[in-house]
């Protein structure tokens, strides 16, 4: 069994930065693409950032220059450095995460269960 945790959510001024923290854990052979989503009041989730295990890197256009993903493939851990938050960047942050448990099976995806940002004006 696999399970993603994130941590380093919480209340943040705008222009204020917060780093959050998501690590894997369970049976885990190899990790593929580990992602940030994020989900705000009514509306849809949406994809914030990607990074492969290669370290490739993608942003959505509203994060691109203030936040920055990375990952510690040791520690099967991704982190999200949000710096000059703005109050629409309050929202619900999802990790997930494309795992293998062996070589014996295929990718699977797996979410956590989220952390609140709410960045106050």
């Known amino acids: 069994q696999v399970q993603l945790v994130e941590s380093g959510g919480g209340l943040v001024q705008a222009g204020g930065s917060l780093r959050l923290s998501c690590a894997a854990s369970g049976t885990i052979f190899s990790i593929n693409v580990m992602d940030w989503f994020r989900q705000a009041p009514g509306k849809q989730r949406e994809l914030v950032a990607a990074?492969?295990?290669?370290?490739?890197?993608t942003y959505a256009d509203s994060v691109k220059g203030r936040f920055t993903i990375s990952r510690d493939n040791v520690k099967n851990t991704v982190y999200l450095q949000m710096n000059s938050l703005k109050p629409e960047d309050t929202a619900v942050y999802y990790c997930?995460?494309?795992?293998?448990?062996?070589?014996?099976?295929?990718?699977?995806?797996?979410w956590g269960e989220g952390t609140l940002v709410t960045v106050s004006s």
């Open positions: 990074i492969t295990g290669d370290g490739i890197t």
């Open positions: 997930n995460a494309d795992i293998r448990s062996g070589p014996q099976y295929g990718f699977m995806l797996y």
